[in-house]
């Protein structure tokens, strides 16, 4: 029972990174209807960014996340008017070919920049804490404070404010928001920020118990595909939930099959789901 509750802790733990990662990338998904790919890399220069801060400026890792997120945002935002934006009236394809080169445009650059070694990023909370008699460490007990607060004040943020139920309604249909007044560059300007922002505060959670390396954001940005469909593309609760459901599937199966099978559990949940519920947990007609 005592594996099974640090288990479940655990899948608490990545699931709420997976979360984050899923959720820019569904956000992003809403504005454009495209897969944005390169937003694994924006997941890599996140990390290599806060490591960045704290190694040859001296900043203290939770104002390293700050400029991080900042930086990885703006970088985002960039990528939207220089690659995404001029591409807006072109066949889906291009979007798609030019996300594959943004990918491959920044790793080659972070390998340019900081090289291809791995490399271990410090923290201040690596002490260990008993937590209801589970042994953790301080960091992953912040990641899934951190990680909920974030994704609980988005969801406010989405659902309560002007500009977050604009961000939806473009999302539902882009034209009809442009009919009804709302300004459909600053609004996809502020979605890619917010999207790149999630991907930086989650590699730089993750890195301490990590590595930061050039293809870092590969293996995340496939299982963050994962997730939106499974949880209904463009969904943003089916984003939070499938991000739990992955992360605790694997813990647990990690465990209790096999570790060397970890990675496959996501595609094999997600062939189940989808044959129950091809259109994801939530269908776009669903979500709120």
Same mark, same amino acid.
Request: aromatic fraction near 10%.
């Given at each position: ?12 733990? @990545?699931?709420?990174? %997976?979360? +984050?990662?899923?959720?820019? +990338?569904? +956000?992003? %998904?809403? @504005? ?14 996140? &990390? ?24 990885? &945002? ?26 594959? $080169? ?26 260990? =804490?008993?937590?209801? $008699? ?17 994704? =609980? ?42 999207? &790149?922002?999630?991907?930086?505060? $989650? ?26 469909? @499974? ?11 499938? &991000?739990?459901? +992955? ?8 465990? %209790?099959?096999?570790?060397? %099978? ?27």
């Amino acid at each position: 029972m005592e594996i099974l509750i640090q288990q479940l802790f655990n899948g608490l733990t @990545i699931g709420s990174i %997976y979360s +984050l990662v899923a959720l820019g +990338l569904t +956000l992003v %998904y809403g @504005i454009l209807h495209i897969p944005n790919f390169a937003h694994g890399a924006l997941y890599m220069m996140g &990390g290599y960014i806060t490591l960045s801060a704290m190694t040859y400026l001296g900043i203290h890792y939770v104002l390293a996340i700050f400029i991080s997120l900042l930086v990885v &945002g703006i970088l985002s935002v960039l990528m939207d008017r220089l690659v995404f934006h001029p591409l807006r009236e072109s066949p889906p394809i291009q979007h798609k070919v030019a996300a594959i $080169g943004m990918l491959l445009f920044l790793e080659a650059f972070a390998q340019m920049l900081w090289g291809a070694d791995y490399r271990q990023m410090s923290t201040p909370f690596d002490n260990v =804490i008993n937590v209801f $008699g589970l042994t953790v460490t301080l960091q992953r007990l912040i990641i899934v404070i951190t990680a909920v607060t974030v994704m =609980i004040l988005l969801t406010i943020f989405l659902r309560k404010t002007f500009i977050g139920a604009s961000i939806i309604a473009m999302a539902q249909n882009r034209e009809g928001a442009s009919l009804v007044g709302i300004n459909t560059n600053r609004v996809t300007m502020l979605t890619f920020f917010i999207a &790149g922002a999630l991907a930086a505060i $989650g590699s730089s959670l993750t890195a301490p118990i990590n590595l930061v390396f050039p293809s870092m954001g590969h293996l995340v940005i496939l299982k963050a595909f994962v997730i939106i469909i @499974i949880g209904g593309m463009g969904s943003v609760p089916g984003a939070i939930l499938g &991000g739990y459901i +992955l992360g605790f599937t694997e813990s647990i199966g990690a465990t %209790y099959i096999s570790n060397d %099978y970890k990675d496959l559990i996501a595609f094999i949940l997600l062939v189940i789901i989808l044959t129950v519920k091809p259109q994801g947990i939530f269908s776009r007609g669903e979500q709120s």
